[in-house]
């Protein structure tokens, strides 16, 4: 039917969308840490299985599409969630277009959390360099932390 077709390009329109309306300021180059292209994300996550992608945005967010293997962690609860980070070979962040992405480097940086990486245009950059996007809810941390640990 054409309107699935519709549906399922409308949450990737409504991201363009936001991206498009999002002042230049926010987008910036501001960024505390390096920066990492999607193509070369794709390539480390694998090689390397205890690279920590973290989305940024809120749940419903992640739910209409997000970079593969990531986890949704809102920025919001990074700082109580910093347990989590530790022990990783890496960690890339991102968001939709960047603020969020600016905060929670700050967070990381104050607890000192070491190969902390942003993702270049966020998921906007990932959708660009035409890579494939996940969608529906994160795995549960005990599925994303084996998936991590096993070869």
């Known amino acids: 039917m054409p309107h699935r077709w519709i549906m399922h390009l409308l949450p990737i329109a409504i991201c363009v969308l936001l991206v498009c309306l999002t002042p230049p300021s926010v987008l910036g180059s501001d960024f ?30 992640f739910r209409v599409a997000h970079v593969p ?8 609860e990074l700082a109580q969630q910093i347990q989590k980070l ?6 890339v962040l991102y968001c939709i277009a ?6 929670a480097e700050q967070t990381l940086m104050d607890h000192e959390i070491p190969n902390v990486f942003h993702l270049e245009g966020g998921l906007m950059g990932w959708i660009g360099g035409g890579l494939p996007v996940e969608k529906g809810a994160m795995r549960q941390p005990t599925e994303v932390d084996a998936s991590m640990s096993s070869p």
């Open 32 to 61: 505390q840490t390096p920066a990492i292209s999607a193509k070369a994300l794709q390539d480390r996550q694998r090689k390397e299985h205890d690279l920590l992608v973290i989305d940024l945005r809120d749940p419903a967010e």
């Open 86 to 91: 530790t022990g990783k070979n890496g960690v």
């Open 98 to 103: 960047g603020k969020r992405t600016k905060l």
């Open 69 to 76: 293997g990531s986890m949704n962690l809102p920025e919001p």
